[in-house]
């Protein structure tokens, strides 16, 4: 088995307490590496040798422009890599190849993207109302940012919150999924042959308790970015709080996809299988309540069915697989638990609802590409995040009663609309809760654009300019250049 150790201070070093715990093959169904089982007193180490780079050295000096080389020099050295990063990914995750693959192609990007940037982040001279001063501002780094990430994309959601973060001259301490650690620490180890200094991203693997709570209580760390669950995000957000620290939040969803019966029926359905089974399901975006009028429901019911049917599950190595594993035992159980939901709920089977075993399948944690139809947008099946392979379809009869069910949800983080009246796709746009909406596609993103949820789907926006704004302080400057000093005890 591999065996991989925590990053600090540009080091590969053992937990304090020596030991390790195991990673899986989510298609093998077992082990196959071995990852250091980091603690509080790890985290320390990590947060000091972060808070040292931002402090002195050769990154607390480094000018913005040569700041953004190094991210771009870094973006060079990751599209060389992209395939050893895939594969340790699909190894890990049990993600499709060909879907890793791009998505590690496209990682360096983020570096190109936040490295030109880099030179770009400057305070504003303000033409203050106020004889006598000369005003202005500054921009300067949070400071040491604790970064936390899911499994479903290790390395894609890492980035989102990295590139940015260097960008504005932070450091940087990762506590990667316990699932799936292995990416990051190869990744880190990229960062640093390309020329990031020791110290300024560092790497403590393990579990949530043992390793993300201390990240978050440690009073080095000024800001925290996490992505995950709801109820993880809500913890970190109520104890974040008690030390005023900076804090963002990408969590889940349960994502409408609406098709209109003026769609392009043929793309809607394709985009109705890419939103809930690309990926297994397993998407922070997931289209994972399909809502259909009812003039096409059936016929739009009878083709996502037919094309989920047909899809080949088996190793994601191999690039005619087109659903993969579930990437844990325990997803798969809640996966399975579900499909129980659902039928508890009374909708109706139409596909799936098991999970799949043999054949190309061997030992991996397969589900069956599941959908129900008939879905109560009230029931725990259309409300809860699934985040697997199993579709709800609601039917609607009008545009009005379509935005009410996809706005009746805790969740606003991405919806889909489906139809060929533009005037439809605007109205629709604007009246759905949601942060992302794609009109006629779906699960588009790049660095670009801001990315983020409204309600419980989070806070804050990846991705995009503003993204920077999130890692930065703004201090304000004011310059007596000859106003009299006056009266100490009435405010100018
Ligand atoms: P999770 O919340 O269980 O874990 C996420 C991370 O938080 C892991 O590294 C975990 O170890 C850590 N963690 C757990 N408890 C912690 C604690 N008390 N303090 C600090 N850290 C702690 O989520 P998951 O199961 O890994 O990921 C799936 C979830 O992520 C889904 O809900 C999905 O929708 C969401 N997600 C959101 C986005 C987005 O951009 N909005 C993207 C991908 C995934």
Redesign the pocket.
Known sequence: MEKYLLHIDGERRASSTGEFFESDNPFEGRPWAQIARGNSDDVDRAVTAAHRAMTSGPWAEMTQSHRGLVLTTIADHLAQNAELLACIEVRDNGKLYSEMLGQCQYLPNWFRYYGGLADKIEGTVVPIDKPGYFAYTQKSPVGVVGI??????PLL?LVWKLAPALAAGCSVVI?????TSASTLEFVRLLEEAGLPAGVVNVVTG???E???P??DHPLVRKIS????????R??GE?ASRQFKHVSL????KSPNIVFEDADIESAVNGAVSGIFAATGQ???AGSRLLVQRSIHDEVVEKVVALARSARMGDPMDSQTQVGPVTTRD?FDKVLHYIDVGREDGATLALGGKAATGGDCGNGWFVEPTIYTGVNNASRLAQE?V?GPVLAVIAFDTEEEAVAIANDSRYG?GAGVWTQNMGRAFRVSAAVHSGTVWVNTYRAVSYMMP???FKD??LGR?NGIGAVDDYLETKSVWINTGAPVGNPFVMR
């Not at 990408?250 to 969803?253: S, V």
């Open positions: 936390i990430t899911p499994w479903n994309s959601l506590k990667p999924s316990e699932y579990f949530g308790v390793v993300g709570s990240l978050v996490f992505t995950g669950s709801d109820a993880t995000g913890r970190i104890q990408e969590l889940g969803g998407t922070c975006i997803q995040e985040f983080l990315f983020g949820g789907s989070g990846e």
